[in-house]
């Protein structure tokens, strides 16, 4: 899950040095994500073993999440353009 907050940190970063305020934004609607999970993860659909997804607003960006019954955790802020096979590296590891 700390992998998950490098990769947030790492988008924010990007986006704030095309444009001042747009890492802002992406840090809004990936917490505008985190609040739509928190409501009803069971809402998002399985896509890996037992990891539901999220795709953020406005960002090509996923969110890879579990959760039990009093919390949601986040495994991976996955940039929809890289490989697929990271991403299954990423989640068969934890």
Request: positive net charge; charged residues 25%.
């Amino acid at each position: 899950m700390a992998e998950a907050k490098q990769d947030a940190q790492t988008a924010y970063k990007w986006y704030e040095a095309q444009a001042e305020g747009l890492g802002e934004d992406f840090l809004a609607c990936l917490d505008a994500s985190f609040q739509q999970i928190s409501k009803n993860p069971q809402r998002f659909p399985i896509r890996f073993d037992s990891f539901r997804r999220i795709l953020l607003r406005r960002f090509p960006y996923a969110v890879y999440f579990d959760f039990d019954d009093h919390t949601a955790y986040v495994y991976y802020i996955f940039h929809c353009s890289q490989n697929l096979a990271k991403l299954m590296k990423r989640l068969q590891g934890t």
